[in-house]
């Protein structure tokens, strides 16, 4: 399966986006989807995944009362609502899918897209 990452930007402290995350596969609704970031200089971290039917999702602590995973099987997206954005969330934002269940740990997808930037400015 591709994964297409969009919605990244530039935005101020305070601010909000959604990132999207287009799949090609028409059996998106067997995948569970994750979403990972990664600052310059600091290994890639879980930011939120999100079960096949959309039913159970799991959020980092850095982000969790702030943002909120959701999906669309009929379009085969995935989305990440981000509010309250805080400079420490400036990365390279990555969706992933596995068939295997979703899970907070990178090395449990098997497909990823290309990344998105986020720059957060105070």
């Known amino acids: 399966v591709q994964l297409q990452a969009s919605g990244g930007g530039l935005v101020q402290a305070g601010g909000s986006l959604r990132l999207s995350c287009a799949a090609s596969?028409?059996?998106?609704?067997?995948?569970?989807m994750g979403w990972f970031r990664q600052a310059p200089g600091k290994e890639r971290e879980f930011v939120a995944a999100?079960?096949?039917?959309?039913?159970?999702?799991y959020y980092a602590d850095s982000v969790k009362v702030r943002s909120t995973i959701s999906r669309d099987n009929a379009k085969n997206t995935v989305y990440l609502q981000m509010n309250s954005l805080k400079p420490e969330d400036t990365a390279v934002y990555y969706c992933a899918a596995t068939y295997r269940g979703a899970t907070m740990k990178d090395y449990g997808y098997d497909y990823w897209g290309q990344g998105t930037q986020v720059t957060v400015s105070s």
């Open positions: 596969k028409r059996t998106f609704n067997n995948y569970a």
């Open positions: 999100i079960n096949w039917s959309g039913s159970t999702t």
